[in-house]
Structures are given as structure tokens and as C-alpha cells.
């Protein structure tokens, strides 16, 4: 296994204090998706299975607004999305299209229950990261809800080309 894709993960604040011996574990079943510039992950409203880790590329966010895609955020190298899908079983609630050619790390609930008949403390602390990363999203949310509903203008949303 790589060291490299061990320290890329291990510098993400969902694995941040996980093992390298469990980071590893996880790696070891976890698929290596490529990814063309253009193409998606996966589009708002599917199912979700499991989350993306992006080792090299970049990729936007977004969701549809009235017949538009929006733009939510831009992500990089050891940035992570998807990760609802590793605790819930709705759909998709963004899309997330490659801006370049990627190569990402899938874990799916999968991958993680083998950890947790591992090791159910490192488990408990990835379950947890997750938890806290988004937490920290929805709190930033909250804010942007709280200052639009106070009068407050919003940047205005970059739409992105279909």
C-alpha cells in the first residue's frame, strides 16, 4: 500500500487520529475510481453508497435550482465528498462533476463495517469525524440561512454550464 494514499487520508479531518494500520485496512477493499474531466461521481437525487476521498484532481459541487446547476463549493486533492451516504440512506443531495481528470478512493459502508468487526474503537472514531465534519458544514449553513433570513444579500450563486 502506498504511503502516500495512507498520509493523504490520515490528513483529513474524517481520519484524522485513525491508525495507519486501519487506514490501510480500509484502503486495501476500497476501489480506485478514475475520472475524466466532465464526467460525474454521481448526480443529485441517486442513491448513495459510499463516499469519495480525491487523491489528484478537482471537482465541483453543485445542485439544481429552477433548471440551473449551482455552484456549492470546488474541491482538490484530499478534500472528501459523499460522506452522508456513510450514515444515511437518502439520495444524493448534490452533484459532483470532475473539473479535471481524477482519480479518487471509494469507501462504502461496506469498507467500514469490515472495520468495525476489526477494530470497533477505530470504527467509532471514524463514525464520529464524520459526524463532526458535518456538523461543522451544517453550522456554516445555519449562518448563511440566519444572515439571508436578517436581510443580509447573498453572494450572488455561480451557475455552471450544462
Given at each position: 500500500?502506498?504511503?502516500?494514499?495512507?498520509?493523504?487520508?490520515?490528513?483529513?479531518?474524517?481520519?484524522?487520529?485513525i491508525a495507519a494500520e486501519s487506514v490501510e485496512f480500509l484502503l486495501t477493499a476500497a476501489r480506485v475510481i478514475e475520472m475524466p474531466c466532465g464526467d460525474y461521481f454521481f448526480r443529485e437525487g441517486e442513491p448513495g453508497?459510499?463516499?469519495?476521498?480525491?487523491?489528484?484532481?478537482?471537482?465541483?459541487?453543485?445542485?439544481?435550482?429552477?433548471?440551473?446547476?449551482?455552484?456549492?463549493?470546488?474541491?482538490?486533492?484530499g478534500d472528501c465528498f459523499g460522506e452522508m451516504a456513510l450514515l444515511d440512506l437518502f439520495p444524493r443531495?448534490?452533484?459532483?462533476?470532475?473539473?479535471?481528470?481524477?482519480?479518487?478512493?471509494e469507501l462504502t459502508s461496506a469498507n467500514?463495517?469490515?472495520l468495525f468487526e476489526r477494530d470497533v474503537e477505530q470504527f467509532a472514531l471514524?463514525?464520529?469525524?464524520?459526524?463532526?465534519?458535518?456538523?461543522?458544514?451544517l453550522r456554516i449553513t445555519d449562518d448563511l440561512l440566519f444572515r439571508a433570513r436578517m436581510g443580509?444579500?447573498?453572494?450572488?450563486?455561480e451557475r455552471l454550464a450544462r
Open positions: 500500500m502506498a504511503a502516500s494514499r495512507i498520509e493523504l487520508m490520515q490528513q483529513m479531518p474524517i481520519f484524522g487520529a453508497h459510499g463516499m469519495f476521498v480525491l487523491e489528484a484532481g478537482s471537482v465541483t459541487v453543485s445542485k439544481s435550482w429552477q433548471s440551473h446547476e449551482l455552484l456549492i463549493r470546488r474541491l482538490v486533492q443531495s448534490a452533484s459532483v462533476r470532475a473539473d479535471a481528470d481524477c482519480v479518487a478512493i467500514l463495517y469490515r471514524i463514525q464520529m469525524n464524520i459526524a463532526r465534519e458535518m456538523s461543522r458544514r443580509e444579500v447573498p453572494q450572488a450563486h
